[in-house]
Every structure is written in structure tokens, then in C-alpha cells.
């Protein structure tokens, strides 16, 4: 499986039926691909966000996100230190933490 297949995987189990977006946010990792989350639609829906536009994209490495699902970096952290970039709507922005939380693996 694909690095992108499996982070749609993650976000499709942290989102469920109904993340409360109320919105869309594309998870954009540059070269490596994107991930767009549709909360707009019901039940939300997690897919390949190539050449797809989004109410609110978050720009970060896949090292970003890997350690944000670890638990090593907070995701507000992460925004203050400049290793995630938002355009568009910032209320969407800060219902990522919660999102990642839910996506983590569970700890031991």
C-alpha cells in the first residue's frame, strides 16, 4: 500500500461519518501527493486530493505528519515553528488536531 493510500486510510478511520469539519480540508505534502477530507458531504468522504480544491489546505512534510501522529510534535506547534503552512479558512485549520488525535495509534 501506498503512502498516500494509507494516510487516506488513517483519516478515514478518524473521521468517520461526520468529522465536523463543516467544510473541506486538503492534507497537501507537495511532491509526495495530497489527501482532501470532505466534510461537506454525508458521511464525509477521504480521498486523493490531486488537482482537487479545498475551503482550507495544510501544507506539511510527511516527517511533519509522521510526528504530529506519533504524538512528538503538536500540530499548533507545528504551525508556530513553520512546519505547516494553512491557506484559506483557519476555523477548518483547528479542528486538525482532534483529527490527527483520533488517527494516532493507540499507545501502549
Known amino acids: 500500500m501506498g503512502t498516500m493510500q494509507k494516510i487516506i486510510g488513517e483519516m ?3 473521521v ?7 467544510g473541506s480540508l486538503k492534507l497537501d505534502f507537495g511532491d ?3 489527501v482532501l477530507i470532505d466534510g461537506k458531504s454525508v458521511p464525509n468522504k477521504v480521498a ?3 488537482g482537487r480544491a ?3 489546505t495544510i501544507a506539511m512534510s510527511l ?4 510526528r504530529m501522529l506519533a504524538r512528538e510534535l503538536d500540530p499548533t506547534l ?3 515553528e513553520g512546519k505547516l503552512r494553512v491557506r ?3 476555523s477548518i485549520a483547528m479542528k486538525l488536531a482532534p483529527l490527527i488525535q483520533r488517527a494516532a495509534p493507540t499507545r501502549p
Do not use: F, K, P
Not at 16 to 22: F, R
Not at 63 to 66: E, L, R, V
Open 88 to 90: 484559506g479558512d483557519m
Open 63 to 66: 516527517d511533519t505528519y509522521g
Open 16 to 22: 468517520g461519518s461526520d468529522a465536523g469539519l463543516d
Open 48 to 50: 486523493d486530493g490531486a
Open 12 to 14: 478515514a478511520d478518524a
Open 32 to 34: 509526495e501527493g495530497s
Open 54 to 56: 479545498a475551503d482550507c
Open 78 to 80: 507545528a504551525y508556530m
